[in-house]
């Protein structure tokens, strides 16, 4: 089984014999506590942490858990976005073990958010003070939970969102975790020309995955690349908005600026963006000349308000 909505974690203590988290990149190592969570085994299969001590427990290669193939009360928490590769893995060593994305987890008193710094919440605050029910669009969704900045509109029952994501794997987990938001596997574009751009991408680092060349040179990922569908963003709100989404956040690792410039702010008067923060003033810029106030600047997000 997968466990796809929120679940408590003190529950599932006491449900499982054993728990194994999986993956000690820095998503473990950011909202890993072993005072909370008390994971009985943890693992990293691509072996870079293998026999380190990180927040209270040890690293262990995937091969210590092997004992655990006929266990029948056995959870397999996963942490990376990588949850596809992850899940084969778990499927060939311990068949018989339940998985669940950490993010997922509920803790008492820990905020419930699924961005990387919080953004999810300011949004979430900012729109409900103005709105009953309101709409959204997700450009660049990469994993529909883990650091997305959307889910939890989903999960307070805020579904009317749109999801738009060129990788066909994290389209695929969407539908699974968010069946109720509408999923387009294309890509946005910032010209009405384009029916295909070139997607540069990186399998076990999918959050990097970009249409620019210069970026996926930087990165090492030029090698790896394949034409995808794209769509005119602003045909994509025609088509799929009766008039337009209160909500957009947009990741589109460098693309950002462009379709923001190619939007028609005029006819979609949204009146909440997120974007990333880094391509530094051109954005703020852009913004403020639309008609836009920056209400919060996160580390690694920047969020404007229409005035």
């Given amino acids: ?17 054993t728990i194994i988290g999986w993956g000690a990149g820095l998503e473990f190592q950011k909202y890993y506590d072993h005072g909370i969570f008390r994971f009985d085994h943890m693992v990293d299969g691509e072996g870079r942490n293998v026999g380190r001590t990180i927040n209270g427990i040890m690293v262990q290669d995937v091969e210590k858990i092997i004992s655990y193939r006929n266990c029948d009360s056995l959870l397999v928490v996963i942490y990376p976005n990588i949850e596809n590769e992850i ?3 778990v499927s060939q060593l311990l068949p018989r073990a339940d998985t669940v994305a950490a993010r997922l987890l509920d803790v008492e008193d820990r905020k419930k958010t699924y961005s990387t710094g919080g953004e999810d919440i300011i949004m979430l605050d900012y729109i ?10 997700d ?8 650091r997305n900045n959307t889910f939890l509109f989903y999960e307070n029952g805020f579904t009317r969102g749109v999801l738009v994501e060129p990788n ?7 539908a699974e975790y968010r069946p109720l938001n509408k ?8 010209t009405s020309a384009a029916e295909e751009l070139i997607y540069y991408y990186d399998s076990m680092h999918p959050g990097l ?8 040179i930087s990165r090492g990922m030029e090698a790896n690349f394949r034409k995808i569908p794209v769509v005119d963003i602003n045909s994509i709100i025609a088509e799929n908005f009766e008039t337009y989404p209160n909500v957009l956040d947009i990741d589109t690792e460098g693309l950002d600026f462009d379709l923001l410039s190619h939007l028609d702010f005029d006819k979609y008067p949204i009146d909440l963006v997120g974007t990333e923060a880094s391509a530094g003033s051109r954005i703020q810029w852009l913004m403020t000349a639309k008609g836009y106030r920056l209400l919060e600047v996160t580390g690694e997000n920047e ?3 229409r005035r």
């Fill in 128 to 137: 409900q003070s103005r709105y009953s029910d309101f709409s959204y669009i």
């Fill in 209 to 216: 995955n970009t249409f620019l060349r210069h970026v996926a």
């Fill in 1 to 17: 089984m997968k466990y796809t909505a929120r679940v408590d974690y003190e529950t599932l203590r006491k449900d499982y014999s």
């Fill in 87 to 89: 899940l084969l893995q």
């Fill in 183 to 190: 999923i387009i596997n294309a890509g946005a574009s910032p």
């Fill in 303 to 305: 969020i404007y308000v």
């Fill in 168 to 174: 066909m794997e994290m389209c695929s987990m969407a």
């Fill in 139 to 146: 450009i660049g969704v990469c994993h529909p939970v883990v």
